[in-house]
């Protein structure tokens, strides 16, 4: 089992609000509690293994790098999109209140393959033993975000709680600035999590788990 490094698309979708006025004529300072409750969403789109058992062993084996994989490897890289939606109030000025309306998260594995030895044809038990291996590291993937969903939920929901809107006479760059904050937490949850899988997936990957996959065939 190999990972690459995290991806993240964050996209953000403005709206807005009437403007309010200042009675006094002065700059207002504070921007007003709109008083309702930021939705979030979180989704995970379950990886989709493309099997390639178009290469050799050595190939392989330099694939994994420092991993003992000499004749099947499951690479697989963590995606994330953030997206937020916004609504915008001018305040007296040039000044705006920008909110967070509502925050979504999906996570997936874009880009998950199985590599094979190809020194095995399909249907060959060698074939199948590796392919069975290497599909266990998928099912992990799978298993381990579907587990945390709910998770993901009620830590999203503290982060859209906790953020503050922002007055600024820039609302394009307040909104940027909240959305890269939320990531920047996003991005610690997932390194935490991403600690447990690793433990799972190294789990299987033992010298007694590789010799009982030998075992079941007659010839390697």
Not at 5 to 17: E, M, N, R, Y
Not at 191 to 210: G, S, V, W
């Amino acid at each position: 089992m190999k990972s690459r490094g995290l991806w993240c698309g964050c996209v953000v979708v403005i709206a807005l609000l009437p403007s309010v006025g200042q009675a006094t004529g002065q700059e207002q300072t504070v921007c007003p509690a709109l008083g309702t409750d930021v939705p979030v969403e979180v989704r995970f789109n379950q990886a989709q293994p493309y099997v390639d058992d178009q290469h050799s062993r050595s190939w392989i084996q330099e694939q994994a790098r420092a991993l003992n994989h000499p004749i099947g490897l499951t690479v697989s890289r963590l995606s994330h999109t953030l997206t937020a939606h916004f609504l915008t109030r001018r305040i007296t000025g040039r000044n705006q209140c920008v909110y967070l309306k509502s925050l979504s998260l999906v996570l997936e594995y874009p880009n998950t393959t199985v590599y094979v030895d190809n020194a095995y044809p399909p249907g060959s038990c060698e074939y199948q033993a590796i392919y069975q291996h290497e599909m266990e590291h998928v099912r992990i993937l799978n298993t381990h975000q579907e587990k945390f969903l709910p998770s993901w939920r009620a830590r999203l929901q503290t982060l859209a709680h906790k953020t503050r809107p922002l007055l600024s006479e820039n609302s394009q760059q307040a909104q940027q600035e909240i959305l890269h904050a939320l990531d920047r937490a996003v991005r610690k949850e997932i390194e935490q999590l991403d600690k447990i899988q690793k433990a799972a997936q190294a789990a299987i990957d033992t010298p007694r788990n590789y010799t009982k996959v030998r075992a079941s065939c007659r010839q390697w």
